[in-house]
């Protein structure tokens, strides 16, 4: 199992969060796709969750070529290029966040092409059973294709009764 699941290709992902005051302007949306970005993959507002925010918090997520390029770069080098990238997107006031965290996410996720049909149950000794979801296990990647497998995996766990 484990050989197996070594097999699958990821691809990684420079993530930065930003916090910027509630005074300042908050975006009209909730998840922008910025197509023409060598950089920047995914934007999103992720304070336009919460009702009442201390902050306005934004994700800037890197695509996957850019991440691989600067994968062992220090978060402060990566970090400033996602800022400024964001600064010319958003604006100059994008650039300069009161906060930020880095995240370095080696394995953010599959390569397109890796998902197995669908997840995993195996019978091991003594009767025990172990089961793999998530995107892996289903067509398509991503948050949809993991819940997605997981309730397939919950209805074969449930077809096949006690272990």
């Known amino acids: 199992m ?21 005074e300042a302007s908050a975006p009209p949306w909730d998840v922008s796709y910025p197509e023409d970005s ?11 969750k919460r009702a009442e925010p201390r902050f306005h918090c934004l ?6 070529r850019w991440s691989r390029d600067h994968l062992e770069e220090p978060p402060e080098a990566w970090g400033a290029e996602i800022l400024k990238e964001a600064g010319r997107r958003l604006g100059p006031w994008a650039a300069r966040p009161g906060w930020v965290q880095a995240h370095r996410w080696r394995y953010a996720r599959l390569e397109a092409g890796n998902e197995l049909a669908g997840p995993v149950l195996c019978e091991l000794d ?12 289903s067509p398509g990647g991503g948050v949809e294709a993991a819940w997605a497998s997981g309730r397939r995996l919950a209805r074969r766990i449930l077809e096949k009764g006690e272990a």
């Open 2 to 22: 484990v050989r197996m699941l070594r097999m699958m290709s990821t691809v990684p992902c420079l993530t930065m969060l930003a916090g910027y005051p509630r």
């Open 38 to 48: 060598p950089v920047l993959q995914l934007l999103s507002h992720d304070s336009a």
């Open 59 to 64: 994700v800037y997520q890197a695509r996957p």
């Open 126 to 137: 003594g009767g025990v059973r172990l089961g793999l979801a998530g995107e892996l296990f």
